[in-house]
């Protein structure tokens, strides 16, 4: 399968900064890609998700970039909260058949109240 | 609402005993579902791909005679461990395919 990967396994941040979470995949023919959130003893819940037509996507409090040029993804998350504490992934596949996905090694985020 | 219900959240049992988990699509009629596994403080791993009405296409590693999957209807996927063994513990994980696939909250399986 393919090979996604993040550059940092753990990143603690202070309550109220931004946090910006990295992802590098390796199939520059994926075209879907999506940002998980997991919680300790649960299932991943999606955050957010770029096409590759696009470059960057906002969500609440949430923004993905994408640069296809170096295959690298990233997800900022703004006014970090104690409530963001969780382990994130991100994934690559497929918009089209929107089937399997390839996770990358999670980034375990602590939040400093 | 939840999209993807899954049964059962935790089960501890002897070994050499049989574990069936459950994935049910809960808002649509799903022809394939995956079942993923995961290490503790690990990613997750895709093991197979249920397929309605067919074999499960499973990954290279994954033995299929050891995790066995049913896909009995559009809205149930089943992964039976079979003859189950320490090594198997494990976090268990099933989705059901879209944009974005969604999860189940897993299943805690540990082995004594």
């Known amino acids: 399968g393919e090979s996604v990967g993040l550059h940092l396994p753990t990143l603690s941040v202070q309550e109220g900064d931004n946090s910006i979470i990295n992802c590098a995949y390796s199939?520059?023919?994926?075209?879907?890609f999506i940002w998980y959130k997991q919680e300790s003893g649960k299932g991943p819940q999606f955050i957010i998700d770029i096409r590759s037509n696009m470059d960057k996507r906002q969500g609440q409090r949430v923004t993905v970039l994408l640069n296809k040029t170096v295959k690298h993804l990233s997800l900022q998350i703004a006014a970090t909260q104690p409530g963001d504490s969780a382990v994130y992934f991100c994934?690559?596949?497929?918009?089209?058949?929107?089937?399997?996905?390839?996770f990358g090694t999670g980034t375990s985020l602590t939040v400093i109240p | 609402g939840a999209v993807v219900s899954q049964h059962p959240s935790r089960v501890i049992c002897k070994s050499g005993t049989s574990v069936k988990i459950e994935c049910r699509s809960l808002d649509f009629q799903a022809t394939t579902m995956f079942w993923y596994r995961q290490f503790p403080k690990k990613s997750l791993m895709l093991m197979a791909t249920s397929n309605e009405g067919s074999k499960a296409t499973y990954e290279q590693g994954v033995e299929k005679d050891k995790f066995l999957i049913n896909h009995a209807s559009l809205t149930l996927s089943t992964l039976t461990v079979t003859s189950a063994h320490p090594e198997d513990s494990s976090f268990y994980i099933c989705?059901?395919?879209?944009?974005?696939?969604?999860f189940g909250d897993g299943t805690r399986l540990s082995i004594l």
């Open positions: 994934a690559e596949g497929y918009a089209l058949t929107g089937n399997q996905f390839y």
């Open positions: 989705s059901v395919p879209g944009q974005p696939q969604h």
């Open positions: 199939n520059s023919a994926s075209d879907y």
